[in-house]
């Protein structure tokens, strides 16, 4: 890339380039604003393969498969290298046709890919089988050397997964099983969520810590004793607010203050207006 970029203007060259690191690195975290400098970068510098490239992946990243899948072509066409062949027959898939991504999986440029890009194409190939709801065909398509090497590649875990995923399709559950686990085995980074998938499997359920505590102290009484205040005796409750209502109005220095018997007060009788003067003889 950085040799494409030493063909244009220095100052062109560097705002290209700040474009297409943003794109990298907001590819995965935020595709969309990702799409957005990947815009600006094609608007600048159409002409150099990167960033058609770079346009492409961020389009397929925010799903818009036609025009990933236009940019990837671009970037073909000017490179003339068939990297991009897995992604471009994916694109496919993501526009509802299976059936060409199936026949890039039989063109010749498949022969030209590294072990990585073969590997990407029957995983390609594979997920086609399972959009045209041939189950039986996609595991087949997966079996592999690749599949039943014992060695971890980059690849391994993601099509040990495929694997797994369709054999649990297609009900057959144990295999499935063993092959989730095998997934986790080699799924060092957690890439695939393959013990979510056997905890499903196994039937284990989750249980949220946080929540499990909450539900422990109200056990202990922290919404008991509530309770428990919502049980008092309507009696003590009503003495409690006279009680309150005197104190509020009363002043306990006052040698006239005298509270109020609970037994004796008439919560019916009139409230008596004490005049100005009286207060103040008082």
Known sequence: MRQELLSLPKGLAEEVSRNLVMVARLIDEDPEQAYAYSRIALRLASRV??????????????QKYSEALAEFRAAKRMTGSVELWPVMADCERGLGRPERALAMAGEPEVQKLDKAGQVEMRLVAAGARRDMGELDAAIVTLQSPELASSSVQPWTARLRYAYADALLAAGREDEAREWFAKTLEADKDGATDASDRLAEIDGVEFVDAAAADDE??????VDVEDDEDDEQDPAEVAAAERAADQAEYYDEDDEEYEPADDADVDLTDELVVVEDDERGKA
């Open 49 to 62: 393969a990167a960033v058609r490239e770079a346009a492409g992946f961020a389009a397929y990243a925010t």
């Open 216 to 221: 422990d102290e109200d056990v202990d009484g």
